[in-house]
């Protein structure tokens, strides 16, 4: 079974409005960490926002916020504001368990939505 | 924030030679990096777990002795590539977990594109 679900293959909004990107999880440890990730198409990864399985508060960063529902297992992106410049590959990625071991940190990641955002 | 390099950025070479691609964090230390691979318009796939100073650990159906990993300082892991083949022709791209305060975090270098001829 996959353990992150991107579901949208592709995703387009207009410049200004605001979008969501979904992720769904699958996992059985009570600890885990969930990601986001945007990558343009220079390849790099870059870092956008981190939920932690026992945060309270849904993870906010600037434009970025993940709306962390746990019941439902599901960390979906929300980009308030879109402008051209977001326009780029986005993987949710999630990492399972406490400190320990010698792999711990390494991440499982979605298929990735292609976001384009329109003028 | 945390900044991870990578070099070579691109690399071409002649089918049955040997890569070497490195991976520094700059600004920190870091016990533990990963090795990803990714084709063209597919997800990130882990490799290995690189850890300093021990022998890194290979996810299942990667070739250790085809991608060999030296984590040999806090700062610095390499990946070898050996007698690469066509197949082999992909986007590498390091991580390194930052120590965890009250938020983890986790950078990646810029990849380093393999085309083998």
């Known amino acids: 079974a996959q353990k992150i679900t991107q579901t949208q293959p592709g995703m387009f909004v207009q410049e200004k409005e605001a979008v969501t990107l979904d992720c769904t999880y699958d996992?059985?440890?009570?600890?885990?960490?969930l990601f986001w990730y945007k990558q343009p198409s220079s390849g790099e990864m870059i870092f956008l926002i981190y939920?932690?399985?026992?945060?309270?508060q849904n993870a906010t960063e600037g434009r970025y916020s993940l709306n962390f529902q746990k019941a439902r297992k599901s960390a979906n992106l929300v980009i308030s504001a879109s402008q051209l410049g977001d326009s780029a590959m986005y993987f949710c990625?999630?990492?399972?368990?406490?400190?320990?071991?010698?792999?711990?940190?390494?991440?499982?990641f979605g298929q990735g939505t292609i976001l384009t955002v329109h003028p | 924030g945390a900044v991870v390099s990578q070099h070579p950025s691109r690399v071409i070479c002649k089918s049955g030679t040997s890569v070497k691609i490195e991976c520094r964090s700059l600004?920190?230390?870091?016990?533990?990096m990963f090795w990803y691979r990714q084709f063209p318009k597919q997800s990130l796939m882990l490799m290995a777990t690189?850890?300093?100073?021990?022998?890194?650990?290979?996810e299942q159906g990667v070739e250790k002795d085809k991608f060999l990993i030296n984590h040999a300082s806090l700062t610095l892991s390499t990946l070898t590539v050996t007698s690469a083949h066509p197949e082999d022709s992909s986007f590498y791209i390091c991580?390194?977990?930052?120590?965890?305060?009250?938020?983890?975090?986790?950078?990646f270098g810029p990849g380093t594109r393999l085309l083998v001829l």
């Open positions: 991580s390194a977990r930052v120590p965890s305060g009250l938020q983890e975090t986790q950078y």
């Open positions: 996992t059985s440890d009570p600890s885990y960490g």
């Open positions: 939920q932690g399985s026992y945060d309270q």
């Open positions: 990625a999630m990492r399972e368990g406490r400190p320990r071991g010698t792999s711990y940190g390494k991440l499982t």
């Open positions: 600004d920190f230390q870091a016990t533990t």
């Open positions: 690189s850890n300093e100073g021990s022998k890194a650990t290979y």
